[in-house]
């Protein structure tokens, strides 16, 4: 887990991230972390502003670890289908281009598509843009990647 603030001086447009200690957040905790702002802005910068409020814009915490398995989703086939249907569709990299289309109830697990190609679903569109991969995984989750 990581945990960082972005801090700026009042009145700035800019922030910079500072890590906060996996502890409860407390008034010592605040401090050092405006010290630590402080240290950053220096380093940066060249000076500091001190006496100059620190606004604390956003917080934000990063967790790290293997991705979860889940339950296969409910309505994912066990097996394809039908074989997937062709259309033109522009795509800002390469203008037009033939496109698998598929309806999502027919990706069965294991399922693989190289982009360019659109998957229709009841209430949603994934495009998987050329270049890109897309693989239908055991627990019914759609994978997009390069």
Do not use: C, H, K
Not at 34 to 51: I, M, P, V
Not at 63 to 77: D, I, K, M, S
Request: hydrophobic share 40%.
């Amino acid at each position: 887990m990581r945990r960082t603030a972005a801090m700026r001086y009042q009145g700035q447009n800019y922030e910079q991230e500072v890590p906060f200690p996996p502890a409860t957040i407390d008034d010592a905790v605040l401090a050092e972390a405006y010290e630590e702002y402080g240290r950053l802005y220096e380093g940066f910068y060249g000076y500091r502003l001190d006496g100059i409020p620190i606004e604390l814009v956003r917080a934000s915490v990063v967790a790290v670890g293997e991705a979860p398995r889940f339950e296969r989703l409910p309505g994912v086939p066990e097996e394809v289908a039908e074989e997937p249907r062709e259309r033109n569709v522009f795509f800002p990299e390469t203008g037009f281009a033939p496109a698998s289309v598929v309806r999502r109830e027919e990706l069965a697990p294991g399922t693989e598509l190289t982009g360019p190609a659109i998957v229709e679903f009841m209430d949603s569109t994934v495009v998987v843009s050329p270049g890109w991969d897309l693989t239908a995984r055991e627990d019914g989750i759609l994978e997009v990647a390069r």
